[in-house]
């Protein structure tokens, strides 16, 4: 398991690459479609067939290397 945190969120990859997040979700930046804030972990759909190898959290984004090694991203694109 591999878990990154920033100002505010939680990342976390665990089982076979699952992605799952928490914490404040303003600027989208849990990944599951909401600005609402989660207490508990959050399943990040990351496309059919895609898992996390990385993650990386900023302040108002979330980055993962995902098992193609293709980069996605979402929340603040300003950063």
Avoid: R
């Amino acid at each position: 398991m591999i878990e990154v945190k920033a100002q505010g969120h939680f990342c976390v990859i665990v089982a076979e690459g699952t992605l799952k997040c928490w914490g404040e979700g303003d600027s989208g930046k849990l990944g599951i479609g909401s600005t609402s804030d989660k207490t508990t972990p959050q399943t990040v759909n990351l496309g059919t067939g895609m898992t996390a190898k990385q993650v990386a959290v900023g302040e108002d984004h979330t980055c993962a290397i995902l098992n193609d090694d293709t980069l996605k991203c979402w929340g603040e694109g300003s950063y």
